[in-house]
């Protein structure tokens, strides 16, 4: 059975992982309110809870554009993305993108920006790009909360769905 970790913060959190992808074993260390800079120092102490993965999903950079250190996730993701490809060598490593939202302290466009440079990230460290922000502006359905962060269970449906294509490619060409 292929094990699943995801890490970051409440959008992984939030949701029921595992009963949504019962054919894997899922492992979700994902915090409420994690920024880049916390789940880097994490990385230690999830190791030495789960020491081997065939997939890891990234998820990480919200709380960071919520508390205007947009500046720190590029490095940090780059960081966590080798000290991850080091310490599970043999893992797929997918970043997913940030989700389209509409922060009032960010310009337009930011959010498509940083988006083009996690994916340029993911390319230079070997990882893979989860581009569910597309899929998010393509749909027609409700996918935020009030907050314009935190996500529907519409939302969450589309979301595992692109995961689950993304892992279906992976596993037919492993």
């Given at each position: 059975m292929y094990k699943i970790m995801l890490l970051g913060d409440s959008l992984v959190a939030d949701y029921d992982w595992q009963?949504?992808?019962?054919?894997?074993?899922?492992q979700n260390f994902g915090v409420p309110g994690a920024?880049?800079?916390?789940?880097?120092a994490a990385l230690p102490a999830i190791k030495a809870k789960a020491d081997t993965a065939d997939v890891i999903m990234v998820v990480i950079g919200t709380n960071d554009l919520l508390s205007?250190?947009?500046?720190?996730?590029?490095?940090?993701?780059?960081?966590?993305?080798v000290r991850l490809s080091h310490d599970y060598a043999n893992a797929e490593i997918?970043?997913?993108?940030?989700?389209p939202m509409v922060l009032s302290h960010l310009p337009a466009g930011s959010v498509e920006n940083l988006n083009g440079q996690i994916?340029?990230?993911?390319?230079?460290?070997?990882?893979?790009?989860?581009?569910t922000h597309q899929r998010f502006v393509d749909s027609?359905?409700?996918l935020f909360q009030e907050d314009g962060v935190h996500i529907t269970a519409a939302a969450y449906?589309?979301?595992?769905?692109?995961?689950?294509e993304h892992l279906a490619f992976l596993i037919d060409n492993d």
């Open positions: 009963s949504h992808l019962s054919s894997y074993r899922v920024t880049s800079a916390d789940l880097l205007g250190r947009e500046k720190d996730i590029l490095p940090n993701l780059k960081t966590i993305l997918l970043v997913n993108s940030l989700f994916e340029e990230l993911t390319k230079q460290t070997g990882c893979c790009y989860l581009n027609d359905k409700q449906s589309l979301w595992n769905r692109t995961f689950l």
